[in-house]
Structures are given as C-alpha cells and as structure tokens.
C-alpha cells in the first residue's frame, strides 16, 4: 500500500517536474501539417527563400564606395558562415550580441554604417542568409565564462511569472508541451527555426518578435527594443537547445 | 514594392509528351491589402498583384486573377500537359499595371 503511494506520488512529481530531459526535446517542426513541412523543407516553396536572396545581393554589394562589402572580408558566405550562427548569442570582446547584433557591429565598425534597425528587411535578409549557413548543423552551448551569469538571469526569467495572465516560458513551454493552447499544439519552444517564415505575420521575423508576441500574449510589459532581457532570454533559448539541428528558415503557421 | 519583383519558379526539366506536370510559380510580393493601418495610422497604400499569366511556347495555359484575400509572396501550382520542347513564360502584372516576367524551359520527347 505504502509502495503504491510512493509510485503515484512519484509519478505525479515526474508529471509536473520543470526540466525538459535532453532526449525528450523536439523542435515544433513535428506539430506543424505535413504542407507547412513541406514548404520548409522545399526552398523552391519556403517564402523565406527570398529573403535569403535579398542577404546574397547585400553580402556582395559595397554600402558605399568606402566602405567594404561583407564579402571582401569574409569570402564566400557558404564557406566563411558554415556554423555561425549555431554559436550565438555569445560574448563578443566582452558584449553579449546575438547574430543580429554582430552583423549591426559589423557594419558601424568595418562598413562604418549606421545600423541596421531591428526587424527591418535588411538585417532579417542578412541574419536569415548566415543562419541558413548552419541549417543541419547542431547548437552548440555557450561554455564562455563571462556569458554565465545573462545564462543564468535568462533562465531565471524563462521560470518567471509575468502579465496580468500571470504565466512563465515554462508554465507552458516545460510544463504543458504537446497539450493545446487555442486549438494550436504548444510547442517546448526551441529556437532551432530563427529567423523565421510565419504565416500569421506573412514575413521573416527574428526570435526577438516571437518573445514580444508571447509577452502580449500573457498581457506583460514589453522589455524595451535594446533591452539586455532579450538576449539573455535568446541565450538560455539557445543553450535550452543545445545540440538540435538548426532549421532556419523555419516555417511556421 | 521593388520591381522586378523575385520569383522561383518550378518546371520539370524534362517530360515525356502527353505527361502531366505539375507547374509551380512564387513571387515576392507583400499583397498589401490597402486596409491595414500602420503604427501611427495611417492608412498604408494598397500594393497586390492582379494577374499572372503562363504562356507554353505563346500559348495561354494558365491564368489567374488575384485580389487582396490572397497571403503574402503568393505560391501558384496548376498542372498542364507537356506537348513540345519549348519555353514556359510567367507574368504577374500588379495593381499599378508593371509586370514581371520570368521563364523555364522543358525538353518534351
């Protein structure tokens, strides 16, 4: 008798334990219809395709005649950007920068241009032409000493309650994964797929808008555009996915 | 929108005569609806395209209007009979009459 409480009570435990076990992860790519894989997997189909497109003029083209094009450093994207982007976010001399923020870096130092804004249709080109570089290839954790710490605060802001629906990343993404939130299927939320195709926007969108669309979701305040929030979120994302293929560009519906 | 606008456009390379295949064209293009407001409301400009064309070798196989229901960088697929070698043209002509045209060539034996 006392053994059976144990295993109920055990297997309750297990039910509502928060870690995701590293064998149990999945990218949403398995929840998603057999037409949208199909769309993904096809680049003749996937729309992001043309943004990769875009990212190819801009890698040859000189912003002006000063400045170098990406290429002149960095040769041929398909050799120079194979992996890249499977290694942000990391600490660049000492700044955490996801891939966004290295191409901004980029260009105000090496092009000497002003920055791309976030979500504008050059920077999601460029970072969707780089990222589609390391598509297959697997994440690989950050192990840099001074990134523990946004490691740390990232995971701690996964696990925190937020908005007026008062949930977490987790209440859902750990917790509740594979169940239904509005007839769609919640995903364990890996950003295996950024940037990303999505039918509902009709456009790329970077990981960065996907958070925003989750935090109007549960009614919170919205961290502010350049806020460090972001990237230490993207960044326990990151490590969370450790070793899953990367997709980009990803289709969603 | 910038013109011309990208396209892909899918043709099998080669078929045997009296052959289904299946044809499948995608263009870049934001089909704006002219409803939508942006971030300080103001109206943003009505921007779709109206037509695409498919012409084998000049002759019209496929047609279609499109009007602003449709999504974003619209995918057309249709089937057609392959006849003869030759060139399949494509046209998407937008709300302000430019137009786009790409082409695929197919060896029919």
Redesign the interface.
Known sequence: MRFCLYLVLSFLIACFSHALELHQRQSSYINISPQTQAMQDDP??N?A??WI??GESLWAQKPSSQSPACSECHGQVITSMKGVAATFPKSVKGRLLNLDGQINHCRTTKQQQTVWPLESKALLSMSVLIANQSKGMPIVANKQPETQMALKTGEALFKQRMGQVNLSCAKCHDDRYGMRLAGSVIPQAHPTGYPIYR?EW??VGSLQRRLRNCMNAVRAQLFEPDAPEWLHLELYLMWRARGMLIESPGVRP | MKRPL?T?V?VPAKATRGQLITV?A?A?H??ENGFRHNEIGQRIERDILTDFICLYNGIEVFRAKLHTGI???P?IEFNTLAIESGELSFEWRDSDGLSTIASARIEVA
Do not use: E, G, Y
């Open positions: 003749t189909l729309p395709t043309f497109m875009d039918l009709q456009t | 990208r892909i899918t499948r995608l870049q934001p089909m999504a974003a960088n995918v």
